[in-house]
């Protein structure tokens, strides 16, 4: 299932193409050619391997000059322009990192050769800054300006899930399981199968199965397109969809899939232990990304020390945003924007009620004056 989402296969296929037609040094092309066969024969992961490809491409292209003639001062020179560049301290950090382990391979030494030896790699923080992250008003906004209920559901459950990408893609009709409260996915990830709660996503969810071209089947994908083909949902489909969402409502930021799993993290860092938050999602045993979050969420630290100096902050959560209708009269769980409940039909909001009592007078009004 994760070739079917990510397509590892094709695509390091079109980046030894790419390779192939570049206009870098026969030598290089043929280095790469071999670290590439080097690489499977350890059983290095496809998503490893494509790594290494498009970041050796683009070093090659940088050096100017095959890599077996490579000095000192030429690498210098490489992570020099590196640094200068706009690439992200993500990607940076993995330039230096493909450099060294490239060049021990080239040198054929046990440790980092003279030439690479030098270079500093920094440990590449997985946690966001809050302006990096996105906001729940940000994830609704998406969701009111996608247009069919698959992308409202997908942004939604996105975002309340915390998922991996890989793992909400993967997703058959089967592994989604409705209950009083809401929703619970059987999802697989990097610590086997686990139960995810949702609850607000749960009616755009609902509604999207109830209309899924292949709802008879249960073990079709959750996630599919709506041509002829009705074929899965691949990264990159998820990726132009998110994408797609952010600039159509005006999101500056960069924006992708795994930014969800980010956003969602810190929010829920405000509420869930430690413990629950390695459960919910999916974290290893030893992990320590759940006290990372915890710690900087802050958890009541702000208002504690505000306390201390009188200070009664009473502010509006944004979090209240993002919270199910419950009706009143039925107690099921609605979507946020519900202007009526899905299940009995009752009006959750108010301008909507007096709509409705206005509609309900001229009614009655033009049928009196029919009589």
């Keep these: ?38 690489c499977m024969v350890r059983g290095y ?21 095959p890599f077996v003639n490579a000095q ?29 382990v490239f060049f021990r391979w080239l ?44 992308d409202k559901a997908f942004i939604l459950t996105l975002y309340e899930s915390g998922c991996r990408i890989g793992e909400l893609l993967t997703l058959q009709i089967k592994h989604v399981h409705f209950d009083n409260f809401g929703a619970v996915l059987i999802v697989n990830g990097k610590t086997g ?3 995810v709660r949702i609850i607000l996503s749960t009616p755009k969810l609902h509604q999207w199965i109830e209309n899924h071209p292949l709802r008879d089947n249960l073990n ?22 998110i994408q797609r969402l952010a600039e159509k409502v005006g999101i500056k930021k960069r924006v992708y899939p795994h930014l969800f799993r980010h956003s969602r993290a810190t929010h829920l860092a405000n509420y869930l232990t430690e413990a629950q938050m390695k459960q919910y999602f999916g974290w290893v045993q030893g992990s320590d990304m759940a006290s ?14 505000l306390k201390l100096n009188g200070i009664d902050v009473k502010e509006k959560r944004e979090d209240e945003k993002f919270k199910a209708k419950i009706c009143p009269r039925c ?26 009592e206005e509609l309900r007078s001229k009614v009655d009004q033009l049928m009196t004056e029919l009589v």
């Design 220 to 241: 079709a994908p959750l996630w599919i397109t709506l041509g002829k083909n009705k074929r899965a949902w691949h990264y990159g489909t998820a990726k132009d969809c």
């Design 331 to 356: 107690r099921k769980s609605n979507s946020f924007d519900a202007k009526f409940c899905s299940f009995c039909g009752m009006c959750l909001d108010v301008k909507a009620s007096v709509e409705v």
């Design 72 to 100: 000192k001062e030429d690498i210098i020179e490489v992570i020099s322009k590196i640094e200068q560049s706009n690439y992200s301290d993500w990607t940076k950090h993995d330039f230096k990192s493909i450099l060294k």
């Design 193 to 195: 199968q686990r139960r």
């Design 107 to 150: 040198r054929e030494t046990e440790d980092y050769p003279e030439e690479v030896r030098w270079i500093k790699v920094t440990s590449k923080s997985k946690v966001k800054l809050p302006e990096e992250l996105l906001t729940i008003e940000e994830v609704l906004k998406m969701v009111d300006a996608a247009e069919h209920i698959r």
């Design 292 to 305: 990372i979050y915890v710690h900087l969420s802050g958890r009541d630290v702000d208002n504690a020390l």
């Design 45 to 65: 992961s496809k998503a490893r391997i494509l790594k290494y490809l498009s970041t050796l491409l683009s070093l090659a292209k940088l050096l100017g000059k």
């Design 1 to 38: 299932m994760k070739e079917e989402v990510y397509r590892f296969n094709n695509r390091i296929k079109n980046a030894l193409k790419r390779i192939e037609k570049s206009n870098i040094s026969p030598e290089n092309k043929q280095k790469i050619q071999e670290f590439y066969h080097e």
